[in-house]
T-cell receptor, first 114, second 114 residues
Framework: DAGVIQSPRHEVTEMGQEVTLRCKPI?????LFWYRQTMMRGLELLIY????????DSGMPEDRFSAKMPNASFSTLKIQPSEPRDSAVYFC????????????FGEGSRLTVL | AQKITQTQPGMFVQEKEAVTLDCTYD???????LFWYKQPSSGEMIFLIY??????QNATEGRYSLNFQKARKSANLVISASQLGDSAMYFC???????????FGAGTQVVVTP
């Protein structure tokens, strides 16, 4: 079975550029989470969706960040304009309401903003 | 509000020894799940073990066991017979059963030495 798929795996961009990170959750999972991981701040929950609806975006740092989930199989996290302090690993994760509800993580997108 | 606390930033353990990683939590939700994840240096997040707040018995998964003390709000991970491959960052996490945030602690870096 395919796991959570994220793209790109690595992105290097210059300050001011737009960055779009993509995520395909596991088929049948109805919750999707975006996390940011840095050495200084650890794993931060940015936003999560339930049945494609954003439930809590209080972790989104500022208006430069936006996330969408147009359907059950795709989500994007966009940063515009990007800044060097946005450099981090961005994880997408999905879960289902059944069972233990554990998160299944993608491999992450490592973003470097110069 | 939820809070997960991991007070041990790092620890060394000798191969074949057992190690206990501390995790305390705070929540007002009556029903919740507790999780442990492993993040090796390669970066992926690996689910290890789950404990439901109403489970009467402590969870076990192979060499991993969770020492759950509900009254003390602690969910410590015990790794028995440590192996070199156990060297990684370990995260404790909690999720209320009512579709709340999946929140992570700061993590504990474990280094297993020969």
């Amino acid at each position: 079975d395919a796991g959570v798929i994220q793209s790109p795996r690595h992105e290097v961009t210059e300050m001011g550029q737009e960055v779009t990170l993509r995520c395909k959750p596991i088929s049948g999972h109805n919750s999707l989470f975006w996390y940011r991981q840095t050495m200084m701040r650890g794993l931060e929950l940015l936003i999560y969706f339930n049945n494609n609806v954003p439930i809590d975006d209080s972790g989104m740092p500022e208006d430069r960040f936006s996330a969408k989930m147009p359907n059950a199989s795709f989500s994007t996290l966009k940063i515009q304009p990007s800044e060097p302090r946005d450099s981090a690993v961005y994880f997408c994760a999905s879960s289902t309401s059944g069972g233990t509800g554990e998160l299944f993580f993608g491999e992450g997108s490592r973003l470097t903003v110069l | 509000a939820q809070k997960i606390t991991q007070t041990q930033p790092g620890m060394f353990v000798q191969e074949k020894e057992a190690v206990t990683l501390d995790c305390t939590y705070d929540t007002s939700d009556p029903s919740y799940g507790l999780f442990w994840y492993k993040q090796p240096s390669s970066g992926e997040m690996i689910f290890l073990i789950y404990q439901g707040s109403y489970d009467q018995q402590n969870a076990t998964e192979g060499r991993y066991s969770l020492n759950f003390q509900k009254a003390r709000k602690s969910a410590n991970l015990v790794i028995s017979a440590s192996q070199l491959g156990d060297s990684a960052m370990y995260f404790c996490a909690m999720k209320p059963d009512s579709w709340g945030k999946f929140q992570f602690g700061a993590g504990t870096q474990v280094v297993v030495t020969p």
